[in-house]
């Protein structure tokens, strides 16, 4: 199912460009907040750490970390002509699309793991429970894994991915999905912040339990692999 040596220069790949060094920065703020949080103290600890989450972590960070890289999984093959290379090979496309989609999440999760981790603990300081870290982390995790998914079809449905995601992200996500609450249903941040307040706090979470937030998103991390792998077979390269 995965190609551990296309694995392995996908990684290379994006770890040499000055994009990952841009989303290491970005993956800084959460914890950069919780400085700030800490040394000022002016509300419940629980509270702070739950609208970090909602607010910046799983909106902003996660999503933007993850479709960029995800994005550029295929994308900058594509636009640098290599895609022609990598479809040559006899691998089958599901398999091709399912590596560099893991490749773009395991970079995404390498920077916002620890960012997580260690923006909880400054916040939550002597209040710090595990599940207060762990739902979190889930929540990043599945999200990330879907934003990635979701923009590697786009890098293959448009020659401007970052930008509709971006534009999904901020317009959909940030402003509609936000004040109308049946559109939560279609924003992947929705679900994730769903899952990551679940060992919190309740506040302003979507209304979603934790099993259909998971649902969700594995179906919608399903849809777009095989969306990709359908555009892969069938799109005229580059």
């Given at each position: 199912m995965i190609s551990w040596p296309v694995y392995r220069l996908t990684l290379r790949s994006i770890l040499d460009g000055r994009k990952a060094l841009?989303?290491?920065?970005?993956?800084?703020?959460?914890v950069v907040a919780a400085i700030v949080f800490a040394a000022a103290g002016e509300i419940d600890p629980r509270i702070f750490w739950a609208r970090l989450l909602q607010?910046?972590?799983?909106?902003?960070?996660?999503?933007?970390i993850a479709v960029v890289l995800g994005a550029g999984a295929l994308g900058d093959e594509r636009e640098d002509g290599t895609i022609l290379y990598l479809a040559s090979t006899p691998l089958p496309r599901r398999t091709l699309v399912m590596t560099k989609i893991l490749a773009a999440w395991t970079v995404s999760m390498?920077?916002?793991?620890?960012?997580?981790?260690?923006?909880?603990?400054i916040s939550l300081g002597d209040r710090?429970?595990?599940?207060?870290?762990?739902w979190p982390?889930?929540?990043?995790?599945?999200?990330?894994?879907?934003?990635c998914a979701v923009s590697s079809w786009l890098s293959l449905a448009t020659r401007r991915p970052v930008v509709v995601?971006?534009?999904?992200i901020l317009l959909w996500?940030?402003?509609?999905?936000?004040?109308?609450?049946?559109?939560d249903r279609f924003s992947i941040a929705a679900y994730g912040r769903a899952l990551a307040v679940e060992g919190v706090v309740d506040v302003n979470a979507p209304d979603a339990s934790a099993l259909t937030?998971?649902?969700?998103?594995?179906?919608?991390?399903?849809?777009a692999v095989w969306a990709a792998t359908r555009r892969f077979s069938r799109t005229e390269l580059p």
């Open positions: 841009a989303m290491v920065v970005l993956a800084l703020v959460p607010r910046l972590v799983i909106p902003t960070v996660t999503a933007f390498a920077l916002l793991v620890p960012a997580v981790v260690i923006a909880g603990v710090l429970e595990a599940s207060q870290i762990l982390l889930l929540g990043v995790a599945l999200s990330a894994l879907c934003y995601g971006a534009l999904y996500e940030g402003s509609i999905a936000t004040f109308a609450a049946s559109a937030a998971v649902l969700v998103l594995a179906g919608a991390i399903v849809v």
